[in-house]
């Protein structure tokens, strides 16, 4: 039941856009922060999101089974995300460093250490919405 209102509180958000990322942005009012600390209390897994976070923490890339590019994103509530963006579907994200601000849009899956985020790129089987990163200007998928 939770899981249904979270969707049906991220599909009421402003400027949504499938498959880029809109001109006005959708992350900029704090609600995808509302609605990522929700899925986190509710343990919440496959779940739309859009957000906005600081880079606090570069990681390895994972190089098991296809690449990702990873890093710790600290959004404005505090929460923590792991941002895991496909590398052999997707661009990497070139000049990410300590500090910049990133945008995303991608599915949310549950952790202890505050929640993943994955799917930030097309998906070349149609079987999820386009995710994206904004970074500096440029927005990968």
């Known amino acids: 039941m939770r899981q249904v209102a979270l969707a049906i509180a991220l599909l009421g958000l402003a400027g ?4 880029g990322c809109a001109a006005s942005d959708p992350t ?30 570069l990681l390895k ?11 710790i994103v600290r959004l404005e509530s505090g929460q923590t995300l792991l941002v895991a963006h496909n590398i052999d ?18 599915v949310y899956e549950w952790s202890a250490e505050g929640g993943t985020i994955h799917w930030t790129h097309h998906d070349p089987d149609g079987r999820h919405a386009p995710g994206w990163l904004h ?4 927005t990968l998928q």
């Open 89 to 106: 579907v997707a661009p990497r994200v070139e000049g990410l460093a300590v500090g910049d601000s990133v945008a995303f849009s991608g």
């Open 16 to 19: 949504v856009a499938a498959g």
């Open 135 to 138: 970074h500096d200007a440029e």
């Open 28 to 57: 900029a009012d704090g609600a995808g922060d509302a609605i990522l600390a929700a899925a986190f209390r509710d343990r919440v897994h496959d779940l739309p999101v859009q957000g906005r976070g600081i880079v606090e923490k």
């Open 61 to 71: 890339d994972d190089t098991d089974g296809d690449r990702h590019q990873r890093f």
